[in-house]
């Protein structure tokens, strides 16, 4: 198994990032995934769900800014994060089961 | 939501001495199909998790046997037998039977 996030940067508040994550070595489609954030010195934060079938499921703190996504052709889960604040700013990782992929930085400042 | 209460927040241990982590939730964690979704993770420095314990007491792909964990409904330990230096980060207990998952506040591990 292996997870790729990519997409990560600086961003303003109340601007948007769309993260990606390319996953490989596992029938895709078939598994449900996950977003956990970790911000700066901190614990672990799950973010949001997709299951297999593409049902979705949020953490009350992104709940109608972010939404996840996924694209079974291509193996990637996505992550669209709107009017972001600066209390986003994480290491972002997509996870399945056990594995996780090595996260990518979202700074969220003016 | 679940709240997942860990101790102790910190350890300092010797080489090859043996300790353990607890974790305890607010409420069970036995899903509708009897299973138990408590793991545990290990974050070593500068890297992300990696999952050591699945399902309570299941080592995960490539984990020594120093480490095991017990416990049931919403008292769950785990157990390093004869730490080595390579165990050093910071170990989260995590729960995926309810949404939201949470995950305990994180026990650093740290080598005398």
């Known amino acids: 198994v292996q997870l790729v996030e990519s997409g990560g940067g600086l961003v303003q508040p109340g601007k948007s990032l769309k993260l990606s994550c390319s996953a490989s070595g596992f029938t895709f489609s078939s598994y449900g995934m996950h977003w956990i954030r970790q911000a700066p010195g901190k614990g672990l934060d799950w973010v949001a769900y997709i299951s297999s079938s593409s049902g979705t499921v949020y953490a009350d703190a992104v709940k109608g800014r972010f939404t996840i996504s996924r694209d079974n052709a291509k193996n990637t889960l996505y992550l669209q994060l709107n009017s972001l604040k600066s209390e986003d700013t994480a290491i972002y990782y997509c996870?399945?089961?056990?594995?996780w992929g090595q996260g990518v930085m979202v700074t969220v400042s003016s | 939501d679940v709240v997942m209460t860990q101790t102790p927040p910190s350890l300092s241990v010797a080489i090859g001495q043996s300790v353990s982590i607890s974790c305890k939730s607010s409420?069970?964690?036995?899903?509708?199909?009897?299973?138990?979704?408590l793991h545990w993770l290990l974050q070593s420095p500068g890297r992300s998790p990696k999952r050591l314990i699945y399902?309570?007491?299941n080592l995960g792909s490539g984990v020594p046997d120093r480490f095991s964990g017990t416990g049931s409904q919403k008292d769950f330990t785990l157990k390093i037998s004869r730490v080595e230096a390579e165990d050093l980060g910071v170990y989260y207990c995590a729960q995926t039977t309810h949404f939201p998952l949470t995950f305990g506040s994180g026990t650093k591990l740290e080598i005398k």
């Open positions: 399902q309570v007491s």
């Open positions: 996870a399945k089961g056990g594995s």
């Open positions: 409420q069970s964690l036995v899903y509708s199909d009897g299973k138990t979704y």
